[in-house]
Structure formats: C-alpha cells, structure tokens
C-alpha cells in the first residue's frame, strides 16, 4: 500500500513507458508536466494541435521538439477526436487534457465513433497526500458529477475502487460523506448512504456510513461521537455527496493546507488527465504518474 505521492511515483518509475496523447497541446502549463514525466521515463508523449503553436511553446520553453511526436490539426475540436482515436485504434495509453475545455475533450471521448466510451459512467477522482492523515486519500467526485443519486454513486465507488486496487489497497474502506453521521430522512446524502450499505454485496472494498467528515477520517471525533464503525478514522476513499461538496473540500485542502494531488478521470477504456488551470506543474505531472499505474 502506498502512503506517499513519492512512492507512487517511484512504482509509476518502474512500470513499462506508457504512450501519452495529449488534446490540443499547445499549454506551456501542461507542456512542463509532460517533459517532466518524459525525462523521468514515464511516458513517450505524442502532442495533438495546432503544429505551429506547439513548436512554439515547446522553443519557448527551450524543449526539444524531437522528442515528442506532433499530429497537425488547426481545429481544436478536431484536435480531441483525433487524439481520442489515437487511443482507440490502441496508440495511446493515457489521454491528457491541454488547451480546451473539459466539456469539448469530453465530448470526444463519449464520440461513439472516435471516442473511447467505457463501461461506466465518467467520473473523476483525486488521490491526496496530507500532512494530518496517516496514507493517501481518495476523494470523488470534484469536477464531473454534479449531484449523483444513489445509482450514479454505485458506479463512481467502483471507478475509484479500482483506482485504490492499483496501488495496493486489497480493500478500500468507502466512507459515504454527508454532514450528519445518521440517516435524517430531510438529508438525501444520507439516505444515499443507507441505499448504498444495504446493496452492498461487492467483496472488493468495505463501505460504511454516512459519516460526518471529521469522524471519518479522524478515530477520536468517531468515538466521541459515538460511531461504531470499523472503519470510522480509516477511510480510504471519501465518496462526497455531490460536486460543490467534492470541489470545495478538494481546493480548501490544496490551498489552504498544502495537499499533494493526484487526478484522473476513470471510466473510459483509458485514463484521463483532467487537471484545473490553476493546478501546479507538479500536481499536473503526479496526475500523470498515477495515471501510469491505472
């Protein structure tokens, strides 16, 4: 089980090179991401766009354009078709995001001929690494999912379920948040938690809840509330009850309290990079390390 983004990236170091597809890659931002985690033996790194623009950025910040592979398209939303069915026609391992809007790059990889639909609904997920927790945290959804019902949830467990299995969590503890740690029939996140533990029947993770975040990840506020459960100060994935929830908790604890992340997107055949504009050089390269492992 890892415990820190170092390690993680040190197993992503001793995994095969993974092929990276950037979409419309012309962002000096992630373009720094990408030639760190090449030059770390990552990833061997294939840039969709406009060709000009990307020797461009790529000259400006003094990196060598022979190193990367660079397929021409002018029009952005082009751009993200041909670099999803880079992937499909099995050239890609890794899709990234670079200088387009999440909901264009989404919508080619739902593209039923270009894209790379998978199995589940898409919903992103981020691993963190913080000072006061004693591993790396799970947290879901942040930047899709709006305001999941019960089902929807279902399906964004087994995403990040899947996540945790690849680093070497056997069975994750899913702590389903809400902001009381009983079942109120005014408060749907908790009966959310209810319909959840009572379908539970995957033996792949354990799930428990609904947990107030505090008694979630820490035993002692558990305890003095009274929650019993096991698994209460030891989650491992934090399933958030909607995305204001997920979105606020995520940049509160990345600005406010200097978490190392980690983001992708899962669901899809492939593993997305989908990092925010304002995320780090650093937090955009783990984002590709872990998404090496999936």
Request: glycine share 6%; aromatic share 4%; charged share 25%.
């Amino acid at each position: 089980m890892l415990k820190t983004m170092s390690e993680l990236i040190t197993l992503s170091k001793s995994q095969p090179v993974k092929r990276l597809v950037v979409a419309v890659a012309n962002d000096p931002y992630v373009l720094k991401a990408v030639e760190h985690a090449r030059k770390d033996g990552l990833i061997a790194p294939t840039l969709v766009g406009d060709e000009p623009a990307i020797l461009n950025e790529l000259t400006l910040l003094g990196y060598d354009p022979k190193n990367y592979s660079i397929i021409h398209e002018d029009n952005p939303i082009e751009a993200c078709l041909k670099a999803t069915y880079c992937l499909r026609k099995g050239e890609g391992d890794i899709l990234m995001k670079g200088l387009i809007d999440t909901s264009i790059l989404l919508k080619a990889v739902l593209d039923k001929i270009y894209g790379i639909r998978g199995p589940r609904r898409l919903s992103h997920v981020t691993l963190l690494e913080l000072k006061h927790y004693h591993k790396l945290l799970l947290l879901s959804d942040a930047a899709m999912n709006i305001a999941p019902d019960a089902e929807l949830k279902k399906e964004i467990i087994l995403n990040g379920v899947s996540v945790l299995h690849k680093i070497g969590i056997e069975k994750p503890n899913v702590g389903v948040i809400a902001a009381v740690e009983k079942v109120n029939p005014k408060m749907q996140a908790t009966l959310d938690a209810q319909i959840l533990i009572e379908d539970h029947i995957d033996p792949s993770y354990n799930i428990g809840g609904p947990f107030g975040l505090d008694n979630a990840i820490n035993k002692e506020a558990a305890l003095h509330k009274g929650v019993t459960d096991s698994m209460a100060g030891n989650v491992d994935f934090l399933l958030m009850p909607t995305i204001e929830a997920g979105n606020i908790l995520y940049k509160a604890l990345m600005f406010l309290s200097d978490a190392k992340s980690a983001s992708v997107v899962c669901g899809a055949t492939h593993p997305i990079v989908l990092t925010s504009r304002a995320d780090s050089d650093e937090t955009k390269y783990r984002s590709i390390a872990l998404a090496c492992l999936l």
